[in-house]
């Protein structure tokens, strides 16, 4: 059964940093690309960023290219988001995604399988 736990989340001022993580169990971690998108009220799911399997490629939002670090420990099984410079608008929910299969991996949002509550992030002064 694939799980996902995703943490990390919290209040943040503009300018501040936030180190999200996602614990995945269930499935070969190592062989599937994963991401990071966010959801805020009123909002559709909106990408943020992926890592491809081995964690060579990584692919950004616009929005957060710079600012953003994606990353994964495949020994550990964890994903994790190093999010610097943050800004209101980076306000959401933030969950993270598993390829649908070994072969995919993109930035559309429906490509990934969500199975985690997500976590918080609330930057705000």
């Known amino acids: 059964q694939v799980q996902l736990v995703e943490s990390g989340g919290g209040l943040a001022q503009p300018g501040g940093s936030l180190r999200l993580s996602c614990a995945a169990s269930?499935?070969?971690?190592?062989?599937?690309?994963m991401s990071w998108v966010r959801q805020a009220p009123g909002n559709e799911r909106e990408f943020v960023a992926r890592?491809?399997?081995?964690?060579?490629?990584?692919y950004y939002a616009d929005s957060v290219k710079g600012r953003f670090t994606i990353s994964r420990d495949n020994a550990k099984n964890t994903l994790f988001l190093q999010m610097n410079s943050l800004k209101p608008e980076d306000t959401a929910l933030y969950y993270c995604?598993?390829?649908?299969?070994?072969?995919?991996?993109?930035?559309?949002?429906?490509?990934?399988?969500?199975w985690g509550q997500g976590t918080q992030v609330t930057v705000s002064s």
């Open positions: 890592i491809s399997s081995r964690g060579s490629l990584t």
């Open positions: 269930g499935f070969t971690f190592s062989m599937y690309a």
């Open positions: 995604g598993k390829a649908r299969s070994v072969t995919s991996g993109s930035n559309n949002v429906r490509e990934y399988t969500y």
